[in-house]
């Protein structure tokens, strides 16, 4: 090579342009990661927003709700909203099909869809009775599932939705369960009653009727609702949290809205450890207190 | 831990030729992209009658449940001349029916439990 030196330079210099390609594609590769993971991080906070950011303060009830994601944003949603000029307090809970960007999309549009047509129409009077009530939930449900369904029903996506409808004085919930895990009553002696599906999920078939039915919560009662992330939760050992076990959890009651979630939510994460969060985590809860 | 999902397919002959997808393992947001493309491709072959198997369907999730939709949609407008195919299910286990029940799907998808009576229905 010695005896060749403009061989041994186009060698070196190869060599160079080799190793200089691979640092830029390092290079590009890293600026791009750098790029994703800010625009996710950009994604999350918008999405953050698209949560309650103050619960509303509600004569002799208490509110709390709480979501994890299992990635940086989540299908999962929560929403907790006071209906104007009639009082009464929207109680939603949702779970959009499938993890990750596109679930995340679409929880934005439920969401929203949801609480715009629930607060902003004009075809019921200003007493929140329970015919009014319940015309808000069969409006708000049937326009956001004949939405998604006929304008986006070439994605396939859905969402499973607990809506109640809340009046505060007298502790009627009006409510519609969409294809959600049945939220639960819970008293003194464990749990009073489980609010099952009265409908299909939201977003996949046009023309559907949802059933609206109406329960008491009794004072000292709450309202717990969860997704399924909560009792698929799974740990080191691969063994899931099971639906048996958030019940005997919940049966065990928590004096307010804010104990029950906290006491749900601390025992999930002691039972998952250092597994990874199988699917996004949402529990919200109502609480009515004593009358005075 | 998800289990691998594996994909048998036979063909029927019913009133019409049926095409059997055997399912088995989970079908979840890890899986369900392998039956949106194995569906695509029967149907790209002239399949027009889909009747999944899900006997051996250990674990359902809502991302399996959104292929098997769209995968109704697209059999929908899969006939030939352009007549409207059909997708039908089959023997799903006790887990994937409560399932079905619980998101509404039994009042939307034709569910049979004996294979003869499915072949029968298309």
Redesign the interface.
Known sequence: MARRPEAAYSFIEALCHRESALVHDATERAVKAKVTERELAIAQKIQRSFLPDVVPEVQGWKLAGFLQPAREVAGDFYDFFVIPKIGCVGLVIG?V???GVGSALFMTLFRSLIRSTSMYRDFVGNDSNADDVTKILRHSIKLTNEYIATTH??S???S?VFYGLLIPETGQLCYIN??H?APLIVGVNGIRARLE?T???IG??PDIVHEVKMIDILPNELLVAYTDGATDAKNLA?EQFSEDNLLALVASGAPTANAMVHKIVSTLEAFIGEADQYDDITVIAASRGSIE | ?SSALRIAVSEEKGNVPVTILHLTGDLD?KTYQELEAKAAEVIGAGASNLLFDLSGIGFM???G???L??IS?KIKTAGRGGSAGKMMLLNPTDAVSRVFK????D??FSIHTNLEEALKSF
Do not use: I, W, Y
Request: aromatic share 8%.
């Open positions: 779970d099909c499938d993890k029903g070439d396939s996506m859905f499973s969409a294809g895990e599906p409908g299909p999920v996949l078939f691969g | 831990m947001g999730g809502s991302a449940l959104r292929a939709h769209a949609n619980t998101l509404g799907f009042q939307h």
